[in-house]
């Protein structure tokens, strides 16, 4: 899909940001609502610590606010002007649509804000592998 190397395929994957090796969470499927934003400690690749500094990750909610409003946004375009219906009816799909993407829109965003401090490492994810 996206070629390891890239941000993007960090933030869509939620791989370790700095080798793309393994993913930063415990459980992968973001559904499991007690694990969704469980992270290992550190990477087992490259032992990158995820956590810079104690609660780094409440950065990642000015990062949710804005992901959040995209995917707000894309329900909105969909219900009102692909399926027309009801301004009220739109509104009630952009809830719903928050909800069932709630888990995802939080990896989302956690995978942005740590994707904003670390760039891949070519050197970090040849060694080893
Ligand atoms: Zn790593």
């Known amino acids: 899909m996206f070629k390891k190397g890239t941000s993007l395929y960090s933030i869509l994957t939620g791989a370790c940001p700095k080798c793309h090796y393994e993913s930063m969470y415990i459980n992968k499927n973001p559904y499991v609502l007690r694990d969704t934003l469980k992270i290992h400690d550190h990477c087992s690749h490259c032992k990158t610590k995820y956590r810079l500094e104690p609660s780094f990750f409440y950065g990642s909610m000015y990062v949710s606010y804005g992901v959040g409003i995209a995917f707000a946004f894309a329900a909105f375009v969909i219900s009102y002007l692909f399926l027309e219906t009801s ?29 904003l401090f670390m760039k891949y490492d070519k050197a970090l994810a040849k060694e080893q592998s």
Do not use: A, D, E, Q
Not at 89 to 97: A, L
């Open 87 to 115: 301004l009220k009816t739109s509104f009630i799909s952009i809830i719903i649509t928050l909800i069932v993407f709630g888990p995802i829109i939080m990896r989302l965003s956690r995978n942005i804000w740590i994707n």
